[in-house]
């Protein structure tokens, strides 16, 4: 099986960390920023040493393509972003973009020339920690955002991405979307599983769907001195029961189903009043929607049965969807047939965060390759990898790429 | 027995309510504001009419003197406060003090002279809604402030008590404290306790004893699609189950026995983290100091279990204590053979909520007269009451006023 040069590739990914590095080792390279820009730039450099041709889109993805034999084939693309969270790691979205080039790279090294052509995909403002959506690149390419409006996004300084965009000379002339023979994106797990499970290559089947849902509660506010505890209609109290019942949701799922409350305020709160109203948030996810719809029934007929007993109110309405996203059979296969033939430790996960990956899944045939981080941390400084999954992941993708891509006889 | 004006202290508090009068039946009469200086001003006119001695201490307490036929003797005070919260009532503190001013314009109407000489305080800032600390006048009065700090709270604004003070010209000559025979303050429960049990009375027996603490969660915070619920330290999750404890904690000392968790937030909140680090605070009460000792050792204690079985770390920290505050037997005494003779309806009663007469009570023999308010809302403009409540809690006063100061023959 063919290699990647691992200690090349570490050295790039190093090098990319220093543009926008952090006190604590991480890197700060905001989308559109000065420091995005460098980034981007350091990255066509090696491209063009590369001999790769570069291009850019209205919407700042930028790509760069090496030719196949069969030049009116439509591309096979790797890819990720070079953007970052404002106190980010040295991995999340780098590696898939460097494994990419490391990649060709390789094929270069080995003199392999493949049929259809290949293309590295930076995708703009994947992290949403600037401009709001996050996978706005990737949502223009693929049609799931209208370009218009991604342009017209905000910052909090009120700079638009088409002012940034402009800024750094990014606003580019290739027409968005276009045929895309497969995509293949590396990437960080940004979890726990692989390393919990001591594999090395996740092989992701997709991403799991999502319901994000806005709880209110009301009860009554009263003096926490002078009402007696059965006649109180105290909404955190029924809150906290509502959250228990969450919780062990989850376990009635298990292990597929997770649930979150990631955000509760109490409205007007103050430290000696009954709380009489307050909102939280709870974010549902499952392999499989069907599983979400169950969940999801479970949540409105537990809450209101909760509220109901205790005298109050509770509104559940829904604030984001995000269907299932099963990964192609066909480039899942790809990735597995590589690493089996490599021999790494491996198993079947399903992504759980966003990614580049999920907008291209609903637009061509796609997969992902997953590798451990050091305690499942991600979007912290102290993100961390080991250099022998770093290399054994690209390793995988060198061979998926190459089997979808064909080997020019 | 003697029977108060019960439509001309209605008429007055109706009077007194057109002062900052708001859209919606309240008052606001902000500590030390130019409609706090109307209310005062008002008052002093009642107070001229009816023949009584005004004067303003160095934290503008304001008093009203009857002259008793012993000169010498320490006076009897009856009184409250005329500020109000933001969008306050037109009941709570007011009644107090004009139900006084009706105590004495009754012994006028009998020509009844009492031995002892009889005062009206008007306490300054009892709201805390301007200044802090809440019943600033009262505990600058009996010594548990010191005059200095308390001329040197700041509202919002960056004005001081001191500047406020003079800018409505009640900052006076009166020797701060001074001997008092006793203190009788009436007022609005406050509480749904009478209107629930139907007395229009509440003999108060002293103010129940308050613990309020912080408590901090520490778990880990991570990616909402990415973590295991096995593999999870929710801090959420976690206060979830203790505020759960918490509520059963007040059934295992039920019925004096209160707990409320009036404030909560989630560090770095987002929808999709798992919160990692939350505050929530714990007002613990109890008639008992004893008993709410046990109370906070069974918060501690669960607590702390159910952070070690969940591998989350908590800190409890205390934050504020105030002791149960037992009114003086012989002026509860009074007030009950007030009601007694007058055969109005009545209960025993704690005062759940802070008042005045609370600091008095650690300086000189106290008490407090009950009446209920309408569904136990207050701190609110639509806080209302029943005149018959209104007129029989001011023969209470009265007739127990009346005994302690002795009538002169």
Request: net charge negative; aromatic share 6%; proline share 4%.
């Amino acid at each position: 099986m063919l290699k990647i040069n691992g200690p090349r590739l570490w050295a790039s990914l190093m090098a990319m960390a220093e543009v926008g590095a952090t006190a604590r080792g991480g890197s700060c390279r905001l989308a559109l920023s000065a420091e995005d820009q460098a980034g981007r730039e350091l990255f066509s450099h090696w491209c063009t040493a590369a001999g790769l041709t570069l291009s850019v889109d209205a919407i700042g993805n930028l790509f760069a393509r090496r030719a196949g034999t069969e030049e009116d084939a439509a591309p096979v693309m790797m890819g990720s972003h070079l953007d970052t969270q404002p106190e980010g790691g040295r991995f999340d979205g780098v590696y898939g973009v460097l494994a990419g080039l490391e990649v060709i790279r390789s094929l270069d090294d080995h003199g392999i020339q493949t049929r259809k052509p290949l293309e590295i995909a930076v995708w703009t403002n994947e992290e949403g920690a600037r401009f709001t959506p996050a996978m706005l690149g990737s949502a223009v390419f693929t049609g799931a955002l209208a370009l218009d409006k991604a342009l017209a996004s905000v910052d909090v300084d009120g700079i638009s991405v088409a002012e940034a965009l402009r800024a750094i000379g990014y606003h580019g002339e290739r027409a968005s979307g276009g045929a895309v023979d497969a995509y293949f994106e590396a990437h960080i797990e940004q979890g726990p599983i692989l390393e919990d499970n001591a594999k090395s290559i996740g092989v992701v089947t997709g991403g799991q769907a999502i319901r994000w849902l806005d709880v209110r509660v009301t009860g009554m506010a009263a003096h926490a001195g002078t009402t007696p505890m059965p006649l109180r209609k105290d909404a955190l109290y029924g809150a906290a029961q509502m959250i228990q019942a969450l919780e062990s949701l989850a376990k009635d799922f298990a292990p597929e189903g997770l649930t979150t409350v990631g955000e509760l305020s109490i409205a007007k709160s103050s430290r000696n009043t009954i709380p009489g109203l307050l909102h939280f948030s709870v974010d549902l996810r499952h392999h499989r929607d069907t599983d979400l719809d169950a969940m999801e029934q479970q949540v409105h007929k537990q809450l209101q049965a909760i509220a109901a007993q205790r005298g109050l109110d509770v509104t559940i309405s829904p604030h984001w969807i995000s269907p299932a996203t099963p990964f192609d059979a066909q480039c899942v296969a790809c990735v597995q047939a590589a690493v089996d033939a490599l021999g790494y430790s491996q198993q079947r996960i399903v992504s759980g965060a966003g990614h580049d990956a999920i907008h291209l899944a609903r637009y061509c045939p796609t997969a992902m390759v997953f590798i451990p981080c050091v305690g499942g941390l991600s979007h912290n400084e102290a993100e961390d990898v080991l250099p022998e999954d770093v290399r054994q992941g690209t390793d995988v993708l060198l061979n998926a790429v190459l089997a979808r891509a064909g080997q020019a006889t």
